[in-house]
Nanobody
Framework: DVQLVESGGGSVRAGGSLRLSCAASGFTRSSYCMGWFRQAPGKQREGITTIDSNGSPSYVPSVKGRFTISRDDDSITLYLQMNSLKPEDTAMYYC????????????????????WGQGTQVTVS
């Protein structure tokens, strides 16, 4: 059984930085896709970045150049380094995972993933 637990959220001033973590457990295969989503109040859950089994990242334009996704392959911990934060980045941030996916084609769709964390709140003012 795969479990994901996010941490690292908080309140920061615009222009500040945060580093989110997603501790994963229960994986039985080495090929998987992981990603980060966010959801602001009254908005749809939005995929913002993915990383595949080879460590190749991708980003949506709104965060590219500011956010960096990475993964510790030994602990299977997912990270999201967020720099130059803006008020519009305020949201609940969720990590997600899908096994048996070497690549992350479709990784910005919510229904692509089977496993989700409970989220961590990021507030930028």
């Amino acid at each position: 059984d795969v479990q994901l637990v996010e941490s690292g959220g908080g309140s920061v001033r615009a222009g500040g930085s945060l580093r989110l973590s997603c501790a994963a457990s229960g994986f039985t295969r080495s090929s998987y896709c992981m990603g980060w989503f966010r959801q602001a109040p009254g908005k749809q859950r939005e995929g913002i970045t993915t990383i595949d089994s080879n460590g190749s990242p991708s980003y949506v334009p709104s965060v590219k150049g500011r956010f960096t996704i990475s993964r510790d392959d030994d602990s299977i911990t997912l990270y999201l380094q967020m720099n130059s934060l803006k008020p519009e980045d305020t949201a609940m941030y969720y990590c997600a995972a899908r096994e048996t996916a070497t690549l992350c084609r479709g990784g910005y769709r919510r229904d692509f993933y089977k496993y989700w964390g409970q989220g961590t709140q990021v507030t930028v003012s």
